[in-house]
């Protein structure tokens, strides 16, 4: 007999959830503070689950839905630049 099999994670979603691109409230719980989608292992989902995940969220970021990363990162360690000389025309 074969013993039963316990699911790792508790199933937040079934498995015939579709995850809409145009829907990026439901897709940001997915993303972290860096603007990295987050893994299978934290998100609690399953592999098909994730990809259809991963490819909402890269749709929702070619249609500028949804940002493609946190302004923290894209403005930090970049300091101003500054001429030396006045500008003339």
Known sequence: MKKPVRSKYRAEYPGDFVFDYKDPSTLSR?????GKISPAR???LSMSQQKK???????ARSLSLMPLGATAYDNSGRPEVVSAKPFSI
């Open 30 to 34: 997915f993303i972290m503070e860096g």
């Open 53 to 59: 995940v991963s490819l909402a969220i890269k749709r």
């Open 42 to 44: 934290i998100s609690k």
